[in-house]
């Protein structure tokens, strides 16, 4: 939970209760969870907390630049990112996959008279464990 508040307060967000628990889920589940999925979870473990909140919540982290929005051609996906990365999406099983790999980028990150400050891929496809006939 320390690290949480440290983590709002570097950002400048006010570290409600609600607040560190939204961040807490995403930093404990690292499969990119959807909002929904997050509110579910919450909803466990703090009875009170309204789906308003978490989205709300989700929505001023990313602002912030704590938490990534992974958008998926189905859904938005949430991730907490400690090193920077990519994501993979698999059309089949439609899990989102972490890319660390080191893939060159391409001249988009000139944009003239622009000041580019982020970068997100999120590339898709079919994963390996689907092309090998697992679920």
């Known amino acids: 939970m320390k690290k949480t508040v ?3 307060n570097k ?3 006010r570290p409600t209760l609600q607040r560190v628990h939204v961040l807490r889920v995403l930093m404990e589940y690292k499969n990119h969870l959807s909002a929904e999925e997050v509110y579910k979870i919450l909803q466990k473990e703090v009875p009170t907390i309204s789906r308003a909140t978490v ?3 989700l929505n001023l982290l990313s602002k912030k630049g704590v938490i990534l ?3 998926t051609p189905d859904s938005v996906r949430y991730d ?3 090193t920077p990365h990519h994501h993979f999406y698999c059309e089949k099983c439609k ?3 972490d890319i660390y790999e ?3 980028v391409p001249e988009i990150t000139k944009v003239e008279g622009h ?3 982020n970068i997100q891929y999120c590339i898709v496809g079919i994963c390996k464990n689907c092309l090998n006939g697992g679920d």
């Open 69 to 71: 929005e992974v958008i």
């Open 55 to 57: 989205y709300n919540t």
């Open 115 to 117: 000041i580019v400050k």
């Open 11 to 13: 950002a400048k967000i």
């Open 6 to 8: 440290e983590i709002l």
């Open 95 to 97: 899990k989102v996959y």
């Open 80 to 82: 907490y990112v400690e």
């Open 102 to 104: 080191n893939l060159p």
